[in-house]
């Protein structure tokens, strides 16, 4: 009896191990785990963290924006071009993820300028509106009053133009009121002049997957902005004798390691052990031949660059000294040209404007080679910029611009360990 139970013990056991094996619905999970892009690491980063993307939340005692921006690396890592247009890719990561906030906030603006109008023409709001986060109101307070201003104009003129009493004619105002605040060239505006006004966006965390062979690579990019680069993005333009100053982090190391360089491409803020916050900006870029001097240039590329990226991180604050650009946005969508030229043009002049910019204590503080682990053949030269409030005081006692820490270093650096996913350390806020 006892031997006949322990048979059916062993072919029920065999049974169930045989139809776990054989679980299709594991199979499923296994499959669909296997295909995650660096953009679902990114949302499931965030869900882990028990964030929420587009609206500001509370970590601790600071008031933060996450967002997830993600892009493909159009050149393959086998094509000399491969580390260029993942440069590219690292910023249109972030220009994804300041479109996907626009199109968020968009709904918002639109009603907060429907209630505002009928508020300006004397008519009652049944519902009153919700009110934005400090932190919102700070990004988007350089246009919103604008954009409110150029729709109040609209439906004065179609008034004017109807030859109708405003004060008699309160249903015809209503109306005028809900297309202006719908129609597709406010709405457009409003996501042109959103995009270009979120300064103080940093890449908080970055997942990329890049295989050697591979046809294709794809990254994402976690973007945070708080109200402390908020006032980093400010001082940068306006030098400011206030000192910033958060928790006690770690010192910044000297040298960075190839894959926190590979990982850390573009902006990120570090906190040092006394707090002190820091702007490091990392850019790469590829000798075109293998002599001495197409290394030289190539360094010289990757530090303007870097250079530039820090300037960049004012945007708003730099685009927001030209007159008049959320009218002259509204005016180019109302006389039908194309959003991505308009935007590409608001882009351009911001770049043109930082780079004019009068920004000092910029400091290279780290450079050397580097090799991505999709392509070994590729020896690209790394520049790691820095800049800090502290910096820029110093280079302001001393009446200068750029100071260089130390000498700088092209020397090759060593082969990097071999893995083909990478994923940075996350920076600090």
């Given at each position: 009896?006892?031997?006949?139970?322990?048979?059916?013990?062993?072919?029920?056991?065999?049974?169930?191990v045989f139809s776990q094996e054989?679980?299709?619905?594991?199979?499923?999970?296994?499959?669909?785990?296997?295909?995650?892009?660096?953009?679902?690491?990114?949302?499931?980063?965030?869900?882990?963290?028990?964030?929420?993307?587009?609206?500001?939340?509370?970590?601790?005692?600071?008031?933060?924006?996450?967002?997830?921006?993600?892009?493909?690396?159009?050149?393959?890592?086998?094509?000399?071009?491969?580390?260029?247009?993942?440069?590219?890719?690292?910023?249109?990561?972030?220009?994804?993820?300041?479109?996907?906030?626009?199109?968020?906030?968009?709904?918002?603006?639109?009603?907060?300028?429907?209630?505002?109008?009928?508020?300006?023409?004397?008519?009652?709001?049944?519902?009153?509106?919700?009110?934005?986060?400090?932190?919102?109101?700070?990004?988007?307070?350089?246009?919103?009053?604008?954009?409110?201003?150029?729709?109040?104009?609209?439906?004065?003129?179609?008034?004017?133009?109807?030859?109708?009493d405003v004060s008699e004619n309160?249903?015809?105002?209503?109306?005028?009121?809900?297309?202006?605040?719908?129609?597709?060239?406010?709405?457009?505006?409003?996501?042109?002049?959103?995009?270009?006004?979120?300064?103080?966006?940093?890449?908080?965390?970055?997942?990329?997957?890049?295989?050697?062979?591979?046809?294709?690579?794809?990254?994402?990019?976690?973007?945070?902005?708080?109200?402390?680069?908020?006032?980093?993005?400010?001082?940068?333009?306006?030098?400011?004798?206030?000192?910033?100053?958060?928790?006690?982090?770690?010192?910044?190391?000297?040298?960075?390691?190839?894959?926190?360089?590979?990982?850390?491409?573009?902006?990120?803020?570090?906190?040092?052990?006394?707090?002190?916050?820091?702007?490091?900006?990392?850019?790469?870029?590829?000798?075109?031949?293998?002599?001495?001097?197409?290394?030289?240039?190539?360094?010289?590329?990757?530090?303007?660059?870097?250079?530039?990226?820090?300037?960049?991180?004012?945007?708003?604050?730099?685009?927001?000294?030209?007159?008049?650009?959320?009218?002259?946005?509204?005016?180019?969508?109302?006389?039908?040209?194309?959003?991505?030229?308009?935007?590409?043009?608001?882009?351009?002049?911001?770049?043109?404007?930082?780079?004019?910019?009068?920004?000092?204590?910029?400091?290279?503080?780290?450079?050397?080679?580097?090799?991505?682990?999709?392509?070994?053949?590729?020896?690209?030269?790394?520049?790691?910029?820095?800049?800090?409030?502290?910096?820029?005081?110093?280079?302001?006692?001393?009446?200068?611009?750029?100071?260089?820490?130390?000498?700088?270093?092209?020397?090759?650096?060593?082969?990097?360990?071999?893995?083909?996913?990478?994923?940075?350390?996350?920076?600090?806020?």
């Amino acid at each position: 009896m006892v031997n006949f139970l322990i048979i059916i013990l062993f072919i029920f056991s065999t049974q169930l191990v045989f139809s776990q094996e054989n679980d299709p619905y594991a199979e499923i999970a296994d499959i669909i785990a296997s295909k995650k892009t660096p953009l679902d690491e990114c949302n499931d980063y965030v869900n882990q963290k028990g964030w929420e993307q587009f609206v500001p939340i509370n970590v601790g005692n600071k008031k933060i924006l996450v967002i997830c921006g993600s892009s493909t690396i159009n050149e393959p890592p086998s094509s000399k071009n491969f580390l260029s247009s993942r440069g590219i890719a690292f910023d249109l990561a972030i220009l994804d993820a300041q479109k996907s906030y626009s199109e968020f906030r968009s709904n918002k603006i639109s009603e907060k300028i429907s209630y505002k109008l009928r508020e300006g023409f004397g008519i009652e709001n049944k519902d009153p509106i919700k009110k934005d986060d400090e932190l919102t109101k700070e990004i988007e307070e350089n246009f919103f009053d604008k954009l409110f201003q150029l729709a109040n104009l609209e439906i004065d003129k179609k008034m004017k133009e109807s030859e109708l009493d405003v004060s008699e004619n309160q249903d015809k105002i209503l109306e005028e009121i809900k297309d202006i605040s719908q129609s597709e060239v406010l709405t457009k505006t409003i996501n042109t002049s959103t995009s270009i006004s979120i300064n103080g966006l940093q890449s908080f965390k970055v997942w990329e997957d890049c295989k050697e062979g591979a046809k294709q690579c794809k990254l994402a990019i976690l973007a945070v902005r708080t109200a402390e680069q908020g006032f980093l993005a400010k001082s940068l333009l306006k030098p400011t004798s206030s000192f910033l100053r958060g928790e006690p982090s770690k010192a910044l190391p000297e040298k960075f390691t190839p894959k926190q360089i590979l990982a850390n491409v573009g902006t990120r803020i570090k906190r040092d052990e006394n707090g002190d916050y820091h702007i490091l900006a990392t850019s790469i870029s590829l000798p075109k031949t293998e002599t001495g001097q197409s290394e030289k240039i190539a360094y010289e590329k990757a530090k303007t660059d870097a250079f530039g990226m820090i300037r960049r991180f004012a945007g708003a604050k730099i685009q927001s000294k030209t007159e008049k650009t959320v009218e002259q946005i509204f005016n180019e969508y109302k006389n039908g040209e194309n959003e991505n030229e308009i935007i590409d043009k608001f882009n351009q002049e911001t770049e043109s404007l930082s780079k004019s910019a009068k920004i000092k204590g910029i400091k290279i503080h780290d450079s050397g080679s580097v090799i991505h682990p999709a392509n070994k053949e590729l020896v690209a030269k790394y520049v790691v910029a820095k800049w800090s409030i502290g910096s820029q005081g110093q280079a302001s006692n001393n009446n200068m611009e750029i100071k260089k820490k130390g000498t700088t270093s092209i020397k090759k650096a060593e082969p990097i360990q071999q893995g083909t996913e990478i994923q940075s350390e996350e920076a600090d806020f």
